[in-house]
């Protein structure tokens, strides 16, 4: 006799594979890349649609409240969810919104609704969604809290800094951040059907020479307001991984941060 299986459309060994806790990737830029590059956390919606094919079921809800250029989106409309995302950032939201037409005509001809994204700040925009109306919150908030300007260019190509004063990302310190992933995490409780998943993709940090284990502690905050905390996969891209740089080589050790933790939280403990 087979099992009912509540949470998605996988068979058995496709559920078996997902949960190892090491996820190594290699998606290549899709078409979209050249305008979602520009934001320099964007994730391949490749990526979106296979973490989205594990936490819902076809024709299901999605929201993404730190949506960025739109790849929780572009993955939901691929495997034939909808979709909510919400980004305080303009020009984000402009650049989504150049890609979107062209992209859900060619991959999905004829679809009858696609996803949403709204402009605006998310702890003002999930109050007007109804309670317990959401089956996955899928989302990559932003961590570059107490960033220094002249880091991001050390650390990557993209300026990461946004002039909306409400952006978490322009918290000034950890504990003001993990405050405001305290307030969302209420809203996202209040938002998922009951027995459902909060799925997030933090990086840890390394500032003033000690290891920020930042996953750890947003998934703590998280517990702190009703979530249970499931597990945490450890994701990596090899297409897209850029060169590792010799951090005070030859001194003492200083990690190159390749990986990204994805968080994953449950409303409710039974299982």
Known sequence: MSLENRLNELTGSEWLYWTNTIYETNFPPDATHRWRKMHGAMKPPALMAEIISFFSKSGELILDPFAGVGGTLLGAV?????????????????????IAPSEEEKDHPGQQKG?????????????GIPDE??????????????????????????????????????????????????????????LLKPGRYLVLMIGDRYQDGEYIPLGVMVA??????????????????????????????????????????ILILRKGSKC
Not at 78 to 98: C, D, L
Not at 115 to 127: A, N, R
Not at 229 to 247: C, D, E, F, S, V
């Open 78 to 98: 691929s495997v034939g969810r909808q979709a909510i995302g919400i980004e305080i950032n303009p020009m984000w939201v402009e650049i989504y919104r150049k």
């Open 115 to 127: 996803p949403k994204m709204l402009l605006g700040d998310c702890l003002e925009c999930m109050p």
């Open 133 to 190: 109306s959401v089956a996955a919150i899928i989302t990559d908030p932003p961590y570059g809290c107490q960033q220094r300007e002249i880091a991001f260019k050390r650390e990557t190509n993209f300026n990461m800094k946004s002039t909306a004063k409400d952006d978490f990302g322009n918290c000034n310190s950890y504990p003001e951040y993990l405050h405001k992933m305290g307030l969302f995490g209420r809203e996202a409780f209040r």
């Open 220 to 261: 703590e905050r998280l517990r702190q307001v009703g979530f249970t905390w499931k597990g945490m996969k450890i994701w990596w891209n090899k297409a897209t991984q850029r060169p590792l740089k010799p951090y005070a080589i030859k001194s003492c050790f200083v990690p190159n941060i390749t990986h990204q933790n």
